[in-house]
């Protein structure tokens, strides 16, 4: 039962990250958040016992959070 409510907690603090991203007028500040939900998509992955999903996750979470970072400092990072 223990399970299930740390992976339910999973799953709210996604959705809420997801709310942040959306909201988020800083565009740096938007990437930082995605790893983060990143981060949460892999102990979920893991929870649910797919270890492959989740070593994937991390890779493509990784560098896409490096590709996002990099390609800021070459643009106006804020909205308008």
């Known amino acids: 039962m223990q399970i299930y409510t740390i992976e339910a907690l999973l799953l709210v603090f996604l959705i809420f990250i997801t709310a942040s ?8 500040s938007s990437v930082y958040i995605y790893s983060a ?13 797919s270890p492959d999903v989740a070593f994937t996750e ?9 590709f996002y ?3 800021l ?3 106006d990072r804020w909205c308008k």
Request: net charge positive; charged share 10%.
């Open 69 to 71: 970072v990099i390609s």
């Open 73 to 75: 400092k070459k643009i």
């Open 21 to 28: 991203i959306i909201y988020c007028r800083d565009i740096l």
């Open 58 to 66: 991390v890779v493509v979470g990784t560098v896409s959070t490096i």
């Open 37 to 49: 939900f990143s981060f949460c998509a892999v102990l979920l992955y893991l929870m649910m016992g």
